[in-house]
C-alpha cells in the first residue's frame, strides 16, 4: 500500500512571458539555465496552465484564489476585501471593506483634490485617528497603504455591500452622500456617511495636516470610501481539501488570502521580494513547513518585478532563482510531488500582467512522464498534461498525493 | 446523403493506471497486447478523457452519470438514492432515500454496534419485516444490501431531503430524533423517527435475532437511517438526447442509473463481473442491442477488480478481454462508431479510484484519423481530440452519428 504523499505549489510571480527580441526571441524562462526546473518537466508530466480561464488576464489575488481552489468568480468580491487583506488588515467574515483614498475639501466641503496632493508622509498617524472609532454597536478599522491610499473595514452585526460610493470620482463636488439598495446596506450607508463627516472632523486640526497647510500643501483633512465589498464567504483552506496548508510567499495581498483561509503564512525574514531576496531560506522554510502540512504553497515574487521594470536579463536571473530553490526541494524532500509554474504572465514588453498561459509541471513519484524535456511556455505545450486550470492544480495534485476525497461511489 | 449512425461506448471500469515498476514501467494498457484497441487508436481520433475534470477522484456513479451526458454537480444527490439505485431499488421521481445501517441497541435503546456484529446472513429475512410499511399516506421500500448495509426510501406526497440522521454515528447513545429543515422535510423526519421505532419493535422478537440472541451475536433490532437525499429530477436518456440507448454493464449501480433513466439495461447472465466474465458474451448482447437503439454503453468490471486487487498482471489480462470484446464489435458492427475509454483509473499501485485522465479513441466511418497509432494513457496523450471532458463524450460520438440537434439556427 503507497503512503499518502506531501505536495508542492511552486509558483514564480509573473513568470510567464513572450518571445524577446533582446534574448534572441525566447522567453526568459527559456534563456535562463535551469537544470533543476528542466529536470522536474523531463521526470515529470508537463502541459500549460491557464491561472483563471485561456486569456484572462489574472491578478495575484484572483489567480492564488483559483489555484487554491476557490473560484474567483465565485470568491473575488472585489478590490475592497482584498486591499485590506493585502495591507495586513484582519478582515473577518460579515465585515464590508472599502478601498479608501485621503483626499482634500475647501472649507465649503467640496472636494478639491481627490489624492491630497498624492501625500506619502504622515499617512499612518492619520489612519491612527480614524482606527478604532465605533458607532451604532459597529466598529472602525483603518490602514494606510500606499501614498493617499488607505483600506476602511466596518465590522458588526446586520451589514450589507450594496452601498454606492462617498468618493464622488471628481473634483469641485462634495463628497456623494452613501446609499444602501436593502435594509442591511442602507445600515452600512449610515455607517459610511458617519464616518466620512467623523474623518473631516478629525482629520481637519491633526498636526500632520496643520504642517501641511503651513508648507504649502493640500491637507488629507477628508476620507473617501469606495469599492464596497463583503468580505468572502470562503470555507477555510482545511475545510475546503481535507487538510492542511502553508504559504511561503512574498506578496502581502497572498499572504492576507492565505491568513483569511486559515493557512500558515510562514514568515521568512530574508524573503524580501525583489532580486535581492535570499530564495534557499524560503526553500528552506518549505521544507520546514511539510514537516507540520502535507501541502505548502510557494512564491517567489521577483520574475514578476522585474516584468513590471521591463528588465528582461533581470528576469532571467530570478528565473534562475527559482531554479535554485527547486533544487533545494529536490533534494530535501522524499514522497513529495512538486507543480512548479506561474501565477500569471508579465511579459518584460508589457510591464504588466496579460493572460496567455504559463508553463506547468507536475513532478513526484508515480507520475506518467511524457517526452517533454524542457521547462518552459512553448517546450510544455506539447506535455501530455495538454491545458488545464488554475483551478484544476490542487485536484491534479492531490489525486496523486491519495489526499482527495472521492467524489460518488 | 450520409445515413445517421449508431454509436457504442465502451469503457474499461477503473482500466487508466500509473507507471507499474511490476510493468517496466508500463501501465497495464501499455503493457496488454491489444491490436482491437490499437487498431482504434491507429485508425481513429485519440486523446484524453477526464471522467468529470481534471485531478477529480470519481466513483463509477458520478462517471457514468456525466458519460451519460449528465452533470453530476447537478444531479448527484448523494449515496442515498444511488445506494438504493444500485441495489436494484425501484427508485422514482419525488422518493426520499437513505443509506441504513442493522444495528444493536440495548434494553435501554442505546446503540451498542452501529454494524450489528457485522451480520452477513439473515438480513433479506430482516428487511422482508420493514419492506412495504405504511404510515401518514406514504410507503417504506426497505432492501438489505452487502452485510449490515440496507437502503430505505420513503415513497408519498410532499416530502423534503433536507432531514438529519438517525443515525448517531457513535455507540453508547440512543439513535438521534430526525430534524427537518423545512416543512416537507419535517414531514419525512417524522416518518423516519416513526420507522425507526417500528424497526425496533418489528426487529426485536424477529426469529433472525431470537436465533442470533441463542447464539451469542448482537441481535439487528434496529435499524438506523442516514444520509437522506431525493431521487434525482433527472430527464430520461432518450428525452435528453433524443433517440434510446441500452446498457451492457455489470455493476449493479450502473445498471440502476440506467433503469432510472429509462434506458434498456441488457441482462447477459455470463458476464459475471469478475475475470472469469464472458466478454464475448457482453459483444454480443451490445450488437444485438444495437438492432434495437442507435447507442450502446458498455463496461467490462474486471480491470476495476484487478485494480482494487493490486495485480498488475490480472490488470493486463483485463485489458486483453475488453480488447477480444472490441474486436468483435469490429467485426460485427457497420455504420457504427466506436468510443473506447475508463469511466476513472484505479491504479493497481493505490487499489483505489485516482483522477488522473484515462485515454480515449473515437473510431468510425468518418473521423479525423491522427497520427497516434497505440490506445494507452501516454500514446493517447499526443492525439487530436486533446484533453475533453466526460460529459463533452456523447456530444462528440452524436455529431459523427448524425443524430445531435443543433443549438441555435
Request: net charge negative; aromatic share 6%; charged share 20%.
Amino acid at each position: 500500500m503507497l503512503e499518502p504523499a506531501k505536495g508542492i505549489i511552486l509558483l514564480g510571480d509573473g513568470m510567464g512571458d513572450w518571445p524577446v527580441p533582446e534574448l534572441d526571441g525566447d522567453t526568459p524562462i527559456e534563456a535562463a539555465v535551469k537544470p533543476n526546473l528542466d529536470r522536474l518537466a523531463r521526470e515529470g508530466e508537463t502541459g500549460l496552465l491557464d491561472p483563471i480561464a485561456p486569456g484572462v488576464r489574472a491578478g495575484s489575488d484572483t489567480a492564488h484564489l483559483a489555484i487554491l481552489g476557490f473560484d474567483p468568480y465565485r470568491y473575488y468580491t472585489g478590490r475592497g476585501p482584498f486591499e485590506a487583506l493585502g495591507i495586513g488588515m484582519d478582515v473577518r467574515r460579515g465585515d464590508i471593506c472599502f478601498r479608501v483614498n485621503f483626499a482634500t475639501v475647501d472649507a465649503d466641503g467640496k472636494v478639491l483634490d481627490r489624492r491630497a496632493g498624492r501625500i506619502t508622509e504622515g499617512t499612518a498617524e492619520l489612519a491612527a485617528a480614524l482606527d478604532g472609532l465605533t458607532h451604532d454597536g459597529c466598529t472602525v478599522l483603518f490602514k494606510q497603504s500606499v501614498a493617499h491610499r488607505a483600506a476602511l473595514i466596518l465590522r458588526g452585526p446586520g451589514l450589507g455591500a450594496n452601498v454606492t460610493d462617498a468618493d464622488p470620482h471628481a473634483e469641485g463636488v462634495p463628497p456623494h452622500e452613501a446609499h444602501g439598495a436593502d435594509a442591511a446596506s442602507e445600515k452600512t450607508a449610515a455607517l459610511v456617511n458617519w464616518f466620512v463627516a467623523e474623518s473631516r472632523r478629525l482629520l481637519a486640526p491633526h498636526p500632520v495636516n496643520v504642517a501641511r497647510v503651513k508648507a504649502g500643501l493640500p491637507p488629507a483633512n477628508i476620507a473617501l470610501p469606495r469599492g464596497a465589498g463583503g468580505a468572502p464567504d470562503l470555507p477555510t483552506f482545511a475545510a475546503k481539501h481535507g487538510f492542511t496548508g502553508a504559504l511561503v510567499v512574498e506578496v502581502g495581498l497572498v499572504k492576507g488570502i492565505g491568513r483569511y483561509l486559515d493557512m500558515e503564512v510562514v514568515d521568512v525574514p530574508a524573503a524580501t521580494g525583489d532580486i535581492h531576496t535570499d530564495e534557499l531560506a524560503m526553500a528552506r522554510a518549505v521544507v520546514d513547513a511539510l514537516t507540520r502540512h502535507p501541502f505548502v504553497l510557494c512564491n517567489l515574487k521577483c520574475p514578476d518585478v522585474a516584468g513590471h521594470d521591463f528588465n528582461a536579463l533581470q528576469k532571467v536571473e530570478t528565473v534562475q532563482k527559482l531554479d535554485r530553490l527547486a533544487g533545494y526541494l529536490l533534494a530535501h524532500t522524499t514522497n513529495t510531488y512538486i507543480a512548479v509554474a506561474a501565477d500569471h504572465c508579465t511579459p518584460v514588453l508589457v510591464g504588466d500582467h496579460t493572460g496567455e498561459p504559463v508553463p506547468l509541471a507536475l513532478w513526484g513519484p508515480h507520475t506518467r512522464v511524457d517526452r517533454v524535456a524542457e521547462y518552459g511556455e512553448r517546450s510544455c505545450a506539447a506535455g501530455s498534461l495538454q491545458r488545464v486550470a488554475g483551478a484544476d492544480l490542487l485536484p491534479l495534485l492531490t489525486s496523486y498525493m491519495l489526499r482527495q476525497e472521492k467524489f460518488g461511489a
